[in-house]
């Protein structure tokens, strides 16, 4: 799919984390490259752009901002925000500089090939559930797949081509790494449980 055919797609730069005094400041946590753009980029949304928010920073709190959002004016309203994201659209973001640079949202619409050029799917959405970065690809045909996104799995991301590669073998050592990892820790679990009975029972 060219560039030029995708779909306007909204980028997660930030996230309101909770009130802060009773003036209705709010805390922000920045998802930026450089934290303080988080307020440069105009009016953010939510995540259904139903809501719009300008924010004025104020100051700082740990690895969180204090900001000003226009008609938030109490402690009541502010605590009413937390946890919503906030979302810019992708065309108002700079473009990267390096071609090995790219925002996830660039992802969503890219077909995805196997290394000899054969078509795979294409990319839907893109996850973070913990363990780092899963894409999930809508094979053609076939169902929706889940891929670790790593270098070893997708080792050619080529935005402006409209492309992935997806190197099969490496995600399936990857899965089988995981389903041994997921053995072992069952098994530590259940070691650690049976010692525990063991210490109850004895003498």
């Known amino acids: 799919m060219p560039m030029s055919a995708k779909v306007s797609t909204k980028v997660c730069v930030g996230q309101f984390a909770g009130a802060h005094g009773v003036r209705g400041l709010v805390k922000v946590k920045s998802f930026t490259g450089d934290p303080e753009a988080v307020a440069s980029y105009g ?13 004025t920073l104020q100051g700082t709190m740990k690895d969180l901002f204090l900001a000003r959002v226009d008609g938030i004016a109490t ?6 925000l937390t946890g919503v994201r906030l979302y810019v659209d992708r065309s108002a973001l700079p473009e990267t500089e390096d071609e090995d640079e790219f925002y996830h949202a660039d992802l969503i619409g890219l077909r995805a090939e196997l290394a000899d050029g054969t078509v795979y ?11 780092g970065d899963v894409l999930e690809i809508r094979t053609e ?5 889940l891929l670790p996104f790593t270098k070893a799995c997708v080792p050619v991301v080529d935005v402006k081509g409209g492309r992935i590669v ?6 399936i050592e990857a899965r089988e790494g995981e389903a041994m990892k997921g053995e072992k820790d069952g098994a530590d679990a ?10 109850e029972t004895g003498p």
């Open 166 to 171: 997806v190197d099969l073998p490496a995600v």
């Open 121 to 131: 799917g294409r990319v839907k959405a893109l996850f973070d559930f913990g363990a």
């Open 43 to 55: 009016p953010l949304s939510d995540e259904r752009g139903g809501r719009s928010f300008r924010l």
């Open 190 to 199: 259940q070691d650690g449980a049976d010692d525990a009975e063991d210490g």
């Open 75 to 80: 402690r009541e309203q502010a605590q009413d």
């Open 141 to 145: 045909p076939g169902p929706l797949e």
